[in-house]
């Protein structure tokens, strides 16, 4: 039992230090390991599990809406970033620079990608001639690199793995829609697959992504009440287009410049998993993105047939299509299910003896720690519903909180008591004047999240940072 309760104690509770416990439960349930080059992380195997389960559910959905998937260089010559002049300069502090080929210097730098816009425009002018030749909607699966001064596991990482999606159309309309459309389908994605609620809007001017006309974004709470940007989805118009000499003969005969959009998703939604759904045991995974959503453990597996049965109710399971796994290694029971629970594996199943004799096994919720008693001819059917009440209710949880963690300030000073003890969201009216936003990111390290489409109550006339007249509602809020 001192091993047992060792495993739980290696935790820091999360009410004591999150950023501790965080960086805890991703070492102790063996999510990552560090790398020799700084802020770079290993991904191990569970970590990497997790984003292959992310990684198929939002190619099968993007596929759906047309999406053909192509794979873009790492590497961007300096002259072809330094196209887009906002664009470059966005991301001009965080790029890393290849100048040496061997042993010789490159007669031109080249950056290793931070984002591939300029690859696609320069793939783009040279593939589009005709109206014909339209939509192009592609996305790439690959890592970028970012040299970001601080980093932490999956949220912010010089190297990470993601999607980016990047596709050109006829028309602004058409634009507009593929950008909208690709934000609603993060969207769904994260609250059916992930379990996680999130607000859809639109990023101000300021936060929007550098050489976009607008960026839209979903904003999740994390436990501890900073918000996480966890996806985004950008109309770039026709900028692009003009910087790159992206044209093509429309049905008149006359040359346009192409509209294209940008959307993506990165690994950082393994942290916002961890942040949103994690207790001080460790991971706790929604089903349907689990590596592993059953774990078997036979008790007194030394006793004749434990083990042949807890083999039996695995094969059971993987045929009726849960992905399932038996741990037959010689550790104590109470070792298996903190190694269970530390993993964040959704349900155990216990089978002993006495479960035998009876005809039945002991299905145990990693969320709630409830125990089932089920019989053996039921446990297909049963372990199923159970599967999906516990991905319903992990969401209906994550939901309660982030709602109950939404504050209304109509001026500084409640704007100002609400950001220094509280932890959430603060809605608040806005001038539109990039000022305020300075002011209240200087002041509290706060910053603008969106403009919510679903929430458009105007709850004040003026803004809550400056009492000018004001329009637009914000969500406000701390960030990763």
Not at 433 to 447: N, Y
Request: glycine share 6%; charged share 30%; net charge negative.
């Amino acid at each position: 039992m001192a091993k047992d309760k060792k495993l739980v104690e290696a935790i820091t509770s999360m009410d004591v230090d999150f950023a501790q416990w965080y960086t805890d439960v991703v070492k102790k349930a063996e999510l990552i390991d560090y790398s020799s080059v700084k802020g770079c992380m290993i991904i191990k195997p569970d970590g990497y599990a997790i984003w292959e389960n992310i990684q198929n559910e939002l190619d099968r959905r993007f596929k759906e809406t047309g999406v053909e998937n192509v794979y873009m260089p790492m590497f961007i010559p300096e002259s072809l970033l330094n196209k887009e002049k906002d664009h470059v300069e966005g991301f001009a502090p965080e790029v890393a620079w290849v100048t040496h080929g061997g042993l010789n210097p490159l007669q031109e730098r080249l950056c290793v990608r931070p984002t591939s816009e300029t690859l696609f425009c320069d793939f783009y002018k040279n593939i589009i001639q005709s109206y014909r030749d339209l939509p192009k909607v592609y996305n790439q699966w690959c890592s970028v690199v970012r040299w970001e001064k601080e980093t932490r596991p999956f949220l912010r990482s010089r190297e990470f793995l993601w999607q980016e999606g990047h596709t050109a159309h006829a028309t602004a309309e058409e634009a507009e829609e593929r950008t909208v459309q690709m934000l609603n389908l993060y969207a769904d994605f994260c609250e059916e697959v992930l379990a996680m609620p999130v607000v859809r809007g639109q990023k101000t001017e300021k936060e929007k992504f550098a050489g976009a006309e607008a960026t839209y974004t979903i904003e999740a709470l994390m436990h501890d009440g900073k918000a996480l940007q966890s996806g985004t989805s950008h109309n770039f118009g026709d900028g692009f287009a003009k910087a790159f000499g992206i044209q093509y003969t429309d049905k008149e005969n006359k040359l346009q410049h192409v509209h294209q959009t940008s959307w993506g998703m990165t690994t950082r939604l393994i942290g916002a998993i961890i942040m949103v759904h994690g207790d001080d045991s460790g991971l706790v995974l929604p089903p349907r993105v689990a590596p592993t959503q059953i774990m078997v453990i036979p008790i007194m597996q030394h006793k004749e047939g434990v083990l042949d049965k807890a083999a039996e109710l695995k094969d059971r399971l993987a045929k009726s299509g849960i992905r399932v796994k038996l741990d037959s290694t010689d550790k104590s029971p109470g070792w298996k299910f903190s190694e269970q629970e530390m993993r964040g594996i959704p349900m155990r199943i216990e089978v002993g003896p006495k479960d035998i004799e009876a005809s039945q096994c002991v299905l145990v919720r990693r969320d709630t720690r409830e125990k089932i008693v089920v019989s053996f001819d039921e446990l297909e059917t049963k372990a199923a519903e159970l599967l999906e009440t516990i991905q319903t209710e992990m969401f209906e949880r994550a939901k309660a909180h982030r709602d109950e963690h939404i504050y209304d300030a109509h001026n500084y000073d409640e704007f100002t008591e609400i950001v220094t003890n509280k932890a959430g969201f603060i809605r608040g009216m806005w001038c539109e004047d990039q000022a305020c936003e300075d002011k209240i990111k200087e002041d509290f390290a706060a910053t603008s999240r969106c403009m919510p489409f679903n929430d458009q109550e105007q709850i004040a006339d003026t803004c809550v940072c400056c009492g000018k007249p004001a329009h637009k509602l914000v969500y406000w809020g701390k960030a990763y």
